[in-house]
């Protein structure tokens, strides 16, 4: 069993459209990351959301965790093709100190 | 540039032979984490170092070994190598803050 479920799975837009992706689990985190890897790189950190109900702001992005620190949300405002990459959301485990990450959305956005 | 360096960038060998990968941290960096990523699994947690001690471990094979040395710089061994075993290799290191700095990964193909 997945600690993290991420959907939609595979995302393919035009540019200009708006999207949302997710990242879920039903254990709460203490905080929660955002990275985005592009093909043949290293996944590189967006953001990190630490507080029940917080909104971040990068740009044309929005992050949201959730009330309970179980889930959080990705919000892409007229995406453009630099958008393109696989959104993968991470987690530390409480009582270890791995990162875990989620199985990612890879999004492809459409000139 | 992170300032994480992995080597070798791309790596082809046959099956049952073995291998090490090498990963030198950021300037300052005391922890080290090793991924897996292939096609199917996402990216995996191997194991984590913390100034020259294993920190944490996850579904590592007992095929693969690693350590961290005293100029913090880390290893990766993947030893009877098996078709499976062709992924990307990725290290990651980490300040106090918790964010992963990524290099630019390993590539193994296994034939």
């Known amino acids: 069993t997945q600690l993290l479920e991420q959907s939609p799975q595979f995302l393919s837009i035009q540019e200009g459209e708006n999207l949302t992706v997710y990242c879920n689990s039903s254990?709460?985190?203490?905080?929660l990351q955002w990275y985005r890897q592009e093909p043949g790189e290293g996944p590189v950190l967006l953001v990190t959301v630490v507080t029940g109900g917080e909104v971040k702001k990068l740009k044309r992005l929005t992050f949201q965790f959730g009330d309970a620190r179980k889930d959080s949300s990705l919000h892409i405002t007229a995406a453009q093709p630099g958008d393109t990459g696989l959104y993968l959301c991470?987690?530390?485990?409480?009582?270890?100190?791995?990162?875990?990450f989620g199985p990612g959305t890879s999004l492809s956005v459409i000139p | 540039d992170s300032g994480v360096t992995q080597t070798p960038k791309h790596l082809i060998t046959a099956t049952g032979q073995r291998v090490t990968l090498r990963c030198s941290p950021r300037?300052?960096?005391?922890?080290v984490y090793w991924y897996q990523q292939s096609l199917d699994q996402g990216l995996q947690f191997l194991i984590q170092y913390y100034n020259g001690e294993e920190r944490a471990k996850g579904n590592i094979l007992e095929r693969f070994s690693a350590q961290q040395f005293p100029d913090l710089h880390s290893e990766l061994n993947l030893s009877s190598l098996e078709l499976g075993d062709s992924a990307l290799y990725f290290c990651?290191?980490?300040?106090?803050?918790?964010?992963?700095?990524f290099g630019e990964g390993s590539r193994l193909t296994v034939l």
């Open positions: 991470a987690v530390r485990e409480t009582s270890y100190d791995k990162v875990i």
């Open positions: 990651a290191s980490t300040p106090p803050s918790g964010e992963l700095f």
């Open positions: 254990s709460v985190f203490s905080s």
């Open positions: 300037s300052g960096d005391l922890s």
